[in-house]
């Protein structure tokens, strides 16, 4: 592979289907859908506001449950998701999970 061909791993799912998309083997649907799912994504974790910080201390059980309630409120869990796994350990640094399952439920 080529070094300038490299995708992202979370946007490897969004390159497929665009290029399912335009080379005529899928429907446009797919790729519809997937970019609202990462808009609605994207819209949820920018109400949240964190300072990005380089080194963090990471509470995982406060971590785990933010995960968890993320899934079951929000039914929006997927890779691309992934990348605000790092906003939702800072959060936890500040808050607690109850609170942000509380986020959760009057954002999604």
């Known amino acids: 592979m080529a070094k300038n061909s490299r995708v992202n791993s ?3 799912k969004l390159h ?3 290029n399912k998309a335009v080379f005529g083997q899928g ?12 808009q609605k994504v994207d819209r949820i974790f920018s109400q949240f506001n964190v300072q990005e910080k380089e080194k963090i201390t ?8 933010s995960v968890n ?17 790092r906003t939702m350990a800072i959060a936890c640094e500040t808050i607690s999970s109850e609170d942000i399952k509380n986020a959760f439920i009057s954002l999604c």
């Open 27 to 38: 429907h446009t649907n797919e790729l519809d859908e997937e970019i609202r799912h990462r």
């Open 58 to 65: 990471i509470d995982f059980k406060c971590l785990k449950d």
């Open 10 to 12: 979370r946007d490897v």
């Open 16 to 18: 497929y289907l665009y």
């Open 69 to 85: 309630s993320f899934k079951s409120i929000c039914k929006e869990w997927s890779d691309y998701s992934l990348k605000y796994v």
